[in-house]
Structure formats: C-alpha cells, structure tokens
C-alpha cells in the first residue's frame, strides 16, 4: 500500500489515497500504522475518497482504531494532497466529512498549498447534542468533579465532543493522569476531547489538548475551535484568537455575522512513502 505522511503544526496522520487503493478494515489498519515503535506512527489513519456530496471525502480513525467525526489539522492536510496531486485543482475546495461537507480556502505559493483557511460551521453548544449528559441548552461555566477536585467545564461539539477547561498554568499539568479522567468521565457517552486553556491576553492562550483515542497530541483544529467558543461564551477573549498550541500555531475566528467558526493554520508533506498490509 503506497501512503502519505502529513502533519499539521504537529499533529500526523497517515494519507491514504483511495482513489487509488482499496482499503478493508480501516480500524484495524490505523492500529497497527499508528504504532510509533512497530508502525509507522501517527495519531491515526485519514483515508481520501471519491465523494457525490463535494470534491473528495476524508474518513479519519483514530490510534486506536476508534473512528473520529472530524479533525481540523486534518482536512487541511486533505485539502493540500487534493490540490497538489493533482486530484481536484479547485479553490475553494469542498471536503465531505462525517459531521458534513467542509469549505476550505487554500493559500497557495509558487502553484502549491502552503496554509488552508476552514469554514468549520456553526459550534454545537446544546449538551444532548455534544453529547453530554448535563441539562439546559447550554454547558457554559458547568461545576463538575473529576477526581474530587471541582473543575469548571465549557462543552461544546465542533464535530467531535470538546471539554474545554481553564487553568492557570498549562504547561504545568499532568495530562497523563486528567486526560484519561476526562476522557472517560460518566457525563461523557461518547468519550470526549479536552483542551485545557490559559489565556495570555484577549486574543491570545496557549492551549494543550488530550484527545479521545490518541491522549495528549500535538495539536487538534476542532480543539483549538471549540476552545475559542468557550473563551467567547465566558468572557476570556474576543472572537478572533491566535492558539499557542505544542505543534504551533492556530488561528481561528468565531465570525459574529455568519455564526461560523474559521480556522487557518498549515498544512505540510513529511513523505511518502509504501507498506506491506
């Protein structure tokens, strides 16, 4: 199987082009490539496919086998393999996905995608929808234990489930030990990703994230969207946010007029490359 290795300001997945190859059990392919030590290593596995909706289709698994809804990193690096193969010379381009059909605005130099702008839709805030099993029609500011200590918790869906928390000092954190604490909390049908906040200023926080099926990764574009809403719902910032995040940076806005969320950062090639399956 021939493949393609991506990241986006950190955050790699292995590209698949199923234009070309057929693949049979994704789950299964995504936990044995993902390994770091015995795969090829990645945070997961993004297959790209022919779509009737738009311009192609990403269907994403996570490290662990689990299928995501969406990733932002993600669909920008499938929005750079798409132009620059050659597959669709299209900008804007359409991008299909499991929390529906993505618009992405491409920044080209010298003919190829150096960073990608996305139209990542209208944020999820009502919690049956997230899902989290918390009542009203928002989770904004929520009191809840984990672990004993008493956190304050913003939910809010970007495509996938997002907890996003605000701390004093992110750099100090032991996410090894609250991620999976999070993650696998009873409020939480469908596990969840949390990304833990500091801000810096009103238009500036740094920003670490662990991740439902992967733990703590470099970086994740939906995170860094939903972690904005939640800094515009409790006061924190304005709507346009730079997001320090481990890998680099993003930037996203939560446009007032439309009520879409933009996010615009990288997206960059590692190599390609072929594996026996």
Sequence with gaps: MEFTKMQGIGNDYIYIN???????????????????????????IILIKPSRKADCEMDIYNADGSRAMMCGNGIRCVGKYVYDR??????????DTQSGVKTLYLHLENGSVQSVQ???????????????????????DVPYSVSGKE????????????????????????????????EHAPIFPERVNTEFIQVVNDAEVKMRVWERGSGETLACGTGACASTVACVLN??????VLLHLRGGDLTVNWDEKTGSVF??????????????I
């Design 86 to 95: 050659g597959i669709c010379k299209k900008n804007p381009l359409r991008v």
């Design 18 to 44: 199923c234009f070309q190859e057929k693949i049979k059990d994704p789950a299964a392919l995504s936990i044995r490539l993902s390994d770091r030590h015995f795969g090829i290593g990645s945070d997961g």
């Design 151 to 182: 956190e304050r918790i913003t939910c809010v869906s970007m495509g996938n489930p997002h907890c996003v928390v605000f701390v004093k000092d992110v750099d100090s954190l032991n996410l090894e030990k609250i991620g999976p604490e999070f």
């Design 235 to 240: 006061h924190k910032t304005g709507r346009k």
């Design 118 to 140: 996305v139209d990542m839709g209208i944020p999820v805030l009502v919690p049956s929808e997230i899902p989290v099993q918390l009542p009203g029609n928002r989770a904004v």
């Design 263 to 276: 996010m615009e950062g990288p997206a960059e090639f590692v190599f390609d490359g072929k594996i026996e």
